[in-house]
């Protein structure tokens, strides 16, 4: 499966900030790339996708790798090492709840095209198609959005929801469960 987000709240009261002993959670997004199409990944449930909770306090940043080859150098004679394509966004908070006006709102006061917005933290799903928000299987309540993603406006590192889709990261902080589909 494709590493697609690692999502960590700066703020406790998130919606995945707590489980039940008072730990806090990191999110980790995964999405199925065998086949595009062929594995349900814009389904909570057929295994096509994965959202996986992590306890925060266990998760350690991974060391960069030393070049190899001679002297530390590389083979290639000390060029940069490379990890691939990795972004990292800036988030900014606009006060209200309606995703689509903000967006708009954003884009007249920063200049930049709406299609640079790569998603919202929390708040209430944009959906695409019709409300497709999800139990909890533990507790049997809504699931909190966590997270909408944006394909975002470069092909060779946008993530694909279908061609112009959303996609939605919901979990229950409390049971430590979570879930990720797209609509397009």
Same mark, same amino acid.
């Given at each position: 499966?494709?590493?697609?987000?690692?999502?960590?709240?700066?703020?406790?009261?998130?919606?995945?900030?707590?489980?039940? &002993? @008072?730990?806090?959670?990191?999110?980790?997004?995964?999405?199925?790339?065998? %086949?595009?199409?062929?594995?349900?990944?814009?389904?909570?449930?057929?295994?096509?996708?994965? *959202? /996986?909770?992590?306890?925060? %306090? *266990?998760?350690?940043?991974?060391?960069?790798?030393?070049?190899? @080859? $001679?002297?530390?150098?590389?083979?290639?004679?000390? *060029?940069?090492?490379?990890?691939?394509?990795?972004?990292?966004?800036?988030?900014?908070?606009?006060?209200?709840? %309606?995703?689509?006006?903000?967006?708009?709102?954003? *884009?007249?006061?920063? +200049?930049?095209?709406?299609?640079?917005?790569?998603?919202?933290?929390?708040?209430?799903?944009?959906?695409?198609? +019709?409300? $497709?928000?999800?139990?909890?299987?533990?507790?049997?309540?809504?699931?909190?959005?966590?997270?909408? /993603?944006?394909?975002?406006?470069?092909?060779?590192?946008?993530?694909?929801?279908?061609?112009?889709?959303?996609?939605? &990261?919901?979990?229950?902080?409390?049971?430590?469960?979570?879930?990720?589909?797209?609509?397009?």
């Amino acid at each position: 499966m494709r590493f697609l987000a690692q999502i960590v709240p700066d703020e406790p009261d998130r919606p995945i900030g707590r489980d039940h &002993a @008072g730990a806090g959670l990191v999110l980790a997004v995964f999405m199925c790339q065998n %086949d595009p199409g062929m594995c349900e990944e814009w389904s909570p449930t057929a295994g096509g996708n994965r *959202a /996986l909770l992590f306890p925060s %306090d *266990a998760l350690r940043p991974m060391p960069v790798p030393e070049p190899e @080859g $001679e002297g530390g150098q590389g083979g290639d004679g000390g *060029a940069a090492l490379r990890l691939g394509a990795v972004n990292a966004v800036t988030l900014v908070s606009l006060p209200t709840d %309606d995703y689509a006006g903000a967006r708009e709102e954003w *884009a007249g006061r920063s +200049g930049n095209d709406p299609a640079n917005v790569l998603g919202q933290l929390g708040g209430r799903p944009d959906w695409i198609q +019709g409300d $497709e928000t999800p139990t909890c299987p533990d507790c049997a309540r809504p699931m909190d959005l966590v997270a909408q /993603l944006e394909e975002g406006p470069d092909h060779a590192t946008a993530m694909n929801f279908g061609g112009g889709g959303s996609a939605y &990261a919901f979990a229950c902080g409390p049971c430590a469960r979570a879930v990720f589909l797209w609509q397009c």
